[in-house]
């Protein structure tokens, strides 16, 4: 059974960097694309992120472009959200995600870890 565990959230002033961790387990995860999503409080989830397995295609949400680097170590299984330059409206639950799909529906996604609270101050 596919396994996500999120750890690195946290409270962050506006302008500063966090760094997220996605560590999977359950499965051989070469065939999978690995992505994030957020929810902020009365949003629905949104695509932030995504890159597959192999680490040869990335695609960003143009509200994190430029501010945001996905990356994955396949020896350790993980999967990495670094954020920079991070404003208040980056305020969420942040999810990492799992999926043999490309796609920026959230219901595409079959595999969801439970997620890990982001804050930004102003």
Same mark, same amino acid.
């Given at each position: 059974?596919? %396994?996500?565990?999120?750890?690195? !959230? !946290?409270? =962050?002033?506006?302008? $500063? /960097?966090?760094?997220? /961790?996605?560590?999977?387990? $359950?499965?051989?995860?070469?065939?999978?694309?690995?992505?994030?999503?957020?929810?902020?409080?009365? %949003?629905?989830?949104?695509?932030?992120?995504?890159?597959?397995? /192999?680490?040869?295609?990335?695609?960003?949400?143009? +509200?994190?472009?430029?501010?945001? @680097?996905? @990356?994955?170590?396949?020896?350790?299984?993980?999967? &990495?959200? %670094?954020?920079? /330059?991070?404003?208040?409206?980056?305020?969420?639950? &942040?999810?990492?995600?799992?999926?043999?799909?490309?796609?920026?529906?959230?219901?595409?996604?079959? &595999?969801?870890? %439970?997620? @890990?609270? =982001? @804050?930004?101050? +102003?």
């Amino acid at each position: 059974q596919v %396994q996500l565990v999120e750890s690195g !959230g !946290g409270l =962050v002033q506006a302008g $500063g /960097s966090l760094r997220l /961790s996605c560590a999977a387990s $359950g499965r051989t995860f070469t065939s999978y694309v690995m992505g994030w999503f957020r929810q902020a409080p009365g %949003q629905e989830r949104e695509f932030v992120a995504r890159v597959t397995w /192999s680490g040869l295609s990335i695609y960003y949400a143009d +509200s994190v472009k430029g501010r945001c @680097t996905i @990356t994955r170590d396949s020896a350790k299984n993980a999967v &990495y959200l %670094q954020m920079n /330059s991070l404003r208040a409206e980056d305020t969420g639950v &942040y999810y990492c995600v799992a999926a043999e799909t490309n796609s920026k529906d959230a219901t595409n996604w079959p &595999y969801w870890g %439970q997620g @890990t609270q =982001v @804050t930004v101050a +102003s």
